[in-house]
């Protein structure tokens, strides 16, 4: 349960890969497709691992280094274009998602996207999916490619969660209302980067994360929480700092399924 000197929640941003959608399996299956092609093995979650909640410039550096594909990087982008834009349109809800999404809603809580995914990748996973991403609008959608992040800030980073927030807030002001605080924002996110990044940005966190990723850091859970995985290996300091071993400000669920929203002050309890 939340920590009671913990500020009540105001806003809940989102990552979406692995978290409001599947395409983290469907990643998966054209990564390991083009590996099998040439006789490679499939990706390993201690690889994968690595690789989510980063922006594709960091993931395609790690990426390459283990695979040593006998192919060109090009050869492989072009390849894995073509499987994605045949796969990514499948992407559907993981269990929970519209139901949360939707009780926040009702709830009067602000909500933000924060995704590494880019502008095309995003509209190949969301296009069919209005009904889950209309609870975004255009202004709060963070993405991969956005051009107020700099490059190599992104995740673990914190300036897509705080850039998030940003746009909350600037509506909020335009209609006379107080700002957010970072420790107001609960971050959903999947990946180990992805929880350091809104650790280091002061915000409460919930891991949701896959079942083999949950696997790959077993004993390590309140590390991970906390943000001290060392994710974050560049430009330390002004990258925010992390937390504590089991300071109360982050919490692992295995599922959005009937989320305990009262326990972060969200709605009220049924008498």
Same mark, same amino acid.
Not at 179 to 187: K, T, Y
Not at 242 to 253: N, Y
């Given at each position: 349960m939340a920590q009671p000197n913990l500020s009540k929640i105001r806003a809940c941003l989102f990552d979406m890969d692995g978290l409001l959608i599947d395409s983290e399996d469907l990643y998966t299956i054209c990564t390991n497709t083009v590996l099998h092609e040439h006789g490679r093995p499939d990706l390993p979650w201690s690889?994968?691992?690595?690789?989510?909640?980063?922006?594709?410039?960091?993931?395609?550096?790690?990426?390459?280094?283990?695979?040593?594909?006998?192919?060109?990087?090009?050869?492989?982008?072009?390849?894995?274009?073509?499987?994605?834009?045949?796969?990514?349109?499948?992407?559907?809800p993981l269990p929970g998602v519209l139901e949360l999404l939707q009780r926040l809603k009702e709830n009067g809580i602000h909500m933000a996207l924060a995704t590494s995914s880019h502008a095309g990748n995003f509209k190949l996973k969301s296009a069919h999916l209005p009904h889950l991403f209309s609870h975004f609008p255009d202004q709060h959608r963070i993405l991969g490619d956005d051009k107020r992040i700099a490059p190599g800030r992104g995740k673990p980073c914190p300036?897509?969660?705080?850039?998030?927030?940003?746009?909350?807030?600037?509506?909020?002001?335009?209609?006379?209302?107080?700002?957010?605080?970072?420790?107001?924002?609960?971050v959903f996110e999947d990946s180990v980067p992805g929880v350091e990044s809104g650790r280091r940005a002061g915000m409460q966190v919930i891991?949701?994360?896959?079942?083999?990723?949950?696997?790959?850091?077993?004993?390590? =859970?309140? /590390? *991970?929480? @906390? &943000?001290?995985? $060392? %994710?974050?290996? =560049?430009? /330390? *300091?002004? @990258? &925010?700092?992390? $937390? %504590?071993?089991?300071?109360?400000?982050?919490?692992l669920v295995e599922s959005l399924e009937r989320f305990p929203l009262i326990e972060y002050g969200i709605g009220r309890r049924k008498e």
């Amino acid at each position: 349960m939340a920590q009671p000197n913990l500020s009540k929640i105001r806003a809940c941003l989102f990552d979406m890969d692995g978290l409001l959608i599947d395409s983290e399996d469907l990643y998966t299956i054209c990564t390991n497709t083009v590996l099998h092609e040439h006789g490679r093995p499939d990706l390993p979650w201690s690889i994968k691992a690595q690789l989510q909640g980063r922006p594709g410039p960091q993931a395609q550096e790690i990426f390459h280094a283990w695979a040593q594909l006998p192919i060109t990087r090009e050869e492989f982008y072009s390849r894995q274009t073509e499987l994605q834009k045949e796969h990514f349109p499948k992407a559907q809800p993981l269990p929970g998602v519209l139901e949360l999404l939707q009780r926040l809603k009702e709830n009067g809580i602000h909500m933000a996207l924060a995704t590494s995914s880019h502008a095309g990748n995003f509209k190949l996973k969301s296009a069919h999916l209005p009904h889950l991403f209309s609870h975004f609008p255009d202004q709060h959608r963070i993405l991969g490619d956005d051009k107020r992040i700099a490059p190599g800030r992104g995740k673990p980073c914190p300036d897509i969660w705080l850039l998030a927030l940003e746009t909350l807030n600037s509506s909020l002001i335009q209609r006379g209302e107080t700002p957010i605080l970072p420790s107001e924002c609960l971050v959903f996110e999947d990946s180990v980067p992805g929880v350091e990044s809104g650790r280091r940005a002061g915000m409460q966190v919930i891991w949701c994360p896959h079942p083999e990723l949950l696997l790959e850091y077993k004993g390590r =859970e309140e /590390e *991970v929480l @906390a &943000g001290l995985t $060392g %994710e974050h290996k =560049e430009g /330390e *300091v002004s @990258a &925010g700092k992390p $937390g %504590e071993i089991g300071d109360g400000w982050a919490r692992l669920v295995e599922s959005l399924e009937r989320f305990p929203l009262i326990e972060y002050g969200i709605g009220r309890r049924k008498e």
